[in-house]
């Protein structure tokens, strides 16, 4: 996308200085990527000015998330210039496969490709927690030409490493995972065996409790690229608050100074 595409896309509220990063955040980043969570337009918009590479658009976060209304993703996909990835999770709680929740999955990934999303974000486990590698394949096949990223299911099955082949198997191409702990800084070491085991066979995306406080530390261990998180009053005393382009940005230039990248700079516009 053009700098001049660009600069008509992004919210009016954003000055130059946002327009010029978001910019430079999109034609630079090979080393590492960073997905927003966001429930809100708003924090579409903070993760385009603040210059995220992609949103995960969901509902519900205070659930870890579920789907978000088709208006949501429609307004997300016609508002943002970087990619909206959809997360379909029905049910809070419930990855377990059933013919009711793959019906749902399979509508709502119609959905998604109608409205333009970029990809989506799903995942089954059988009852004993272990991949469902046919029932997630099948809606891979379905979401077709659209990436698929296989959700923190995988956290609960029994075998990370085991999982891991699985869902390679499945044909998604990336799994968002906390390392099989409650948040990413006690999932470290296990995140990064995951990524040497993956290879270049699938993307690790490393989510679950990453902060502005601990964002350089999990980079450095895990020696991760790919990074997940929502920001939502992030380190202080905000509460549940939609993120900030200046969280996000921050973020992304923690991320680049701990893995080595190139850090973003800012220019401003005469």
């Known amino acids: 996308m053009c700098f001049a595409a660009l600069k008509d896309l992004v919210p009016s509220a954003c000055d130059s200085t946002w327009v010029v990063y978001c910019y430079q955040a999109m034609q630079r980043r090979e080393h590492i990527h960073f997905e927003l969570c966001a429930e809100t337009l708003d924090a579409c918009m903070a993760a385009v000015a603040g210059g995220a590479d992609r949103i995960e658009l969901c509902a519900s976060l205070e659930v870890d998330g579920l789907t978000p209304e088709l208006s949501l993703v429609e307004a997300a996909v016609r508002q943002s210039p970087i990619p909206v990835h959809v997360l379909l999770r029905p049910l809070a709680d419930e990855c377990r496969s059933s013919s009711a929740v793959v019906a749902a999955i399979a509508a709502s990934v119609q959905e998604a490709k109608l409205a333009g999303a970029a990809g989506v974000v799903l995942g089954l486990l059988h009852e004993d927690g272990t991949v469902?590698?046919?029932?997630?394949?099948?809606?891979?096949?379905?979401?077709?030409?659209?990436?698929v990223t296989f959700h923190r299911a995988f956290d609960r099955t029994p075998d990370l490493s085991q999982a891991l082949e699985d869902v390679i198997r499945t044909g998604c191409s990336r799994v968002l995972t906390s390392g099989g702990a409650a948040d990413v800084v006690a999932g470290a070491p296990t995140l990064a065996k995951l990524i040497r085991q993956a290879g270049e066979r699938i993307d690790v995306a490393i989510g679950g409790g990453l902060r502005l406080r601990n964002a350089a530390d999990v980079a450095r261990?895990?020696?991760?690229?790919?990074?997940?998180?929502?920001?939502?009053?992030?380190?202080d005393a905000m509460g549940r608050a939609d993120p900030t382009p200046e969280r996000v940005r921050q973020m992304i230039d923690l991320l680049c100074s701990a893995t080595g990248c190139e850090g973003m700079r800012k220019f401003i516009l005469d």
Do not use: I
Not at 133 to 146: C, M, N, S, Y
Not at 228 to 233: K, P
């Open 132 to 147: 469902d590698v046919e029932g997630t394949r099948g809606l891979v096949v379905l979401a077709a030409p659209l990436p």
């Open 221 to 235: 261990v895990t020696a991760g690229r790919h990074f997940h998180g929502s920001l939502q009053g992030d380190d």
